[in-house]
């Protein structure tokens, strides 16, 4: 089923950390009017009053024109055709309580890299299992692009990715401009777990980093890391893909490698000696690694794939093992 998007077509965005900011700050900048759901009073009012987000990317000036924000999710879902899920899966389910609108005749664009850790579920897969909603009116949009940057206007590329192509081309025509670039994509599941997995890689590379672990080896890790990556999408689920495209393998090596990554942040405090939980509490912003390592472990007990590196970075941060030994034991697996 081809979905009716239109250039008229209105925008729900449910979440208010920097990935959503940054992506309202690509609808604005395309004039598409977004609908945005803030349950923070001062990030409210700082919008109503200055069009700014004062919590997250506050240099980021918004037309005020173009947004309508409101503290209910109902309002949101009933003022927009297509619905855009930038909120940390940890919190996805206490934000959608509150919904009674129906999500019958709406688009969910899933751009939140998380796994819904009660449920052991994808963001697409939670829609389709806790709303009854087809895989027609389900899609995801990832790839390397940190907040920040899209935030500077910095060039990017995103994947969108619909079980109909001619949805996604209708949906990637929202963002897409001189400084967003976009390709099509109809594999929701190996992106959206790809987006799951880079999390959890972005962690082993900056516990290697943080344990003093040179270039040398780190790009070893990384390329691994890859491997493991690819292994585990084609295994669990056949598709014809090529996971070095940038939807993947560019995903992985920015959160891998930046400054910007959050998880990679966690990573290396860890490794250089942090408690997990002391760790976690440095944290400004949530490191979605941290609950996909535990994800990751529960979903694969049905698939059994050989996933090491997945493997230590759960040891260390559920198990409370040793961050210097565990990496040393992978280094004679690589």
Same mark, same amino acid.
């Given at each position: 089923?081809?979905?009716?998007?239109?250039? *008229?077509?209105?925008?729900?965005?449910?979440?208010?950390?920097?990935?959503? +900011?940054?992506l309202?700050?690509?609808?604005?900048?395309?004039?598409?009017? =977004?609908?945005?759901?803030?349950? %923070?009073?001062e990030?409210?009012?700082?919008?109503?009053? !200055? @069009?700014?987000?004062?919590?997250?990317?506050?240099?980021?000036?918004?037309?005020?024109?173009?947004i309508?924000?409101?503290?209910?999710i109902?309002?949101?879902?009933?003022?927009?055709? &297509? &619905?855009?899920?930038?909120?940390?899966?940890?919190?996805?389910? %206490? =934000? $959608?309580?509150?919904l009674?609108?129906?999500?019958? *005749?709406?688009?969910?664009?899933?751009?939140?890299?998380?796994?819904?850790?009660?449920?052991?579920?994808?963001?697409?897969?939670?829609?389709?299992?806790?709303?009854?909603?087809?895989?027609?009116?389900l899609?995801?949009?990832s790839?390397?692009?940190?907040?920040?940057?899209?935030?500077?206007?910095?060039?990017?590329?995103? +994947?969108v990715?619909?079980?109909?192509?001619?949805?996604?081309?209708? &949906?990637?025509d929202m963002?897409?401009?001189? %400084?967003?670039?976009?390709?099509l994509?109809?594999?929701?599941?190996?992106?959206e777990?790809?987006? &799951?997995?880079? *999390?959890?890689?972005?962690?082993?590379?900056?516990?290697?980093?943080g344990?003093?672990? @040179?270039?040398?080896?780190?790009?070893?890790l990384?390329?691994?890391?890859?491997?493991?990556?690819?292994?585990?999408?084609?295994?669990?689920?056949?598709?014809?893909?090529?996971?070095?495209?940038?939807a993947?393998? @560019? !995903?992985?090596?920015?959160? +891998?490698?930046?400054?910007?990554?959050?998880n990679?942040?966690?990573?290396q405090?860890?490794?250089?000696?942090?408690?997990?939980?002391?760790?976690?509490?440095?944290? +400004? $912003?949530?490191?979605?690694?941290?609950?996909?390592?535990?994800?990751?472990?529960?979903? *694969?007990?049905?698939?059994?794939?050989?996933?090491?590196?997945?493997?230590?970075v759960? !040891?260390?941060?559920?198990?409370?093992?040793s961050?210097?030994?565990?990496?040393?034991?992978?280094?004679?697996?690589?």
């Open positions: 089923m081809a979905f009716n998007i239109t250039e *008229n077509t209105r925008c729900g965005v449910i979440g208010y950390g920097s990935w959503a +900011t940054a309202v700050h690509i609808l604005v900048k395309n004039k598409v009017h =977004v609908w945005w759901h803030i349950r %923070n009073e990030v409210m009012e700082s919008l109503m009053t !200055d @069009g700014v987000n004062s919590k997250y990317l506050s240099e980021v000036e918004f037309d005020k024109n173009y309508s924000p409101v503290s209910d109902n309002e949101v879902v009933r003022n927009a055709e &297509v &619905v855009l899920i930038a909120t940390p899966s940890a919190f996805l389910k %206490n =934000v $959608m309580e509150d009674t609108e129906s999500l019958e *005749n709406k688009f969910i664009l899933s751009a939140t890299k998380g796994i819904i850790a009660d449920d052991y579920t994808t963001i697409t897969e939670y829609f389709n299992q806790a709303y009854n909603l087809p895989y027609s009116q899609g995801v949009i790839g390397p692009s940190h907040a920040e940057e899209v935030a500077m206007d910095r060039l990017s590329y995103l +994947t990715a619909c079980k109909d192509e001619d949805n996604a081309r209708k &949906v990637g963002f897409k401009n001189n %400084n967003f670039m976009l390709s994509s109809t594999d929701i599941y190996g992106i777990y790809a987006a &799951v997995l880079k *999390n959890i890689y972005a962690l082993a590379g900056g516990l290697a980093a344990l003093g672990y @040179g270039d040398n080896f780190r790009a070893v990384t390329a691994a890391c890859a491997k493991e990556l690819t292994r585990f999408v084609n295994e669990s689920y056949p598709f014809e893909r090529d996971t070095m495209n940038s993947y393998l @560019g !995903d992985l090596l920015v959160t +891998t490698y930046s400054s910007f990554s959050r990679r942040r966690l990573g405090l860890i490794g250089h000696g942090h408690t997990v939980k002391s760790a976690l509490n440095e944290m +400004t $912003m949530v490191a979605e690694g941290y609950y996909a390592a535990a994800c990751i472990k529960k979903v *694969n007990e049905k698939h059994n794939i050989e996933m090491p590196i997945a493997d230590m759960y !040891d260390i941060l559920y198990r409370r093992f961050a210097r030994k565990r990496m040393k034991e992978l280094t004679a697996l690589l």
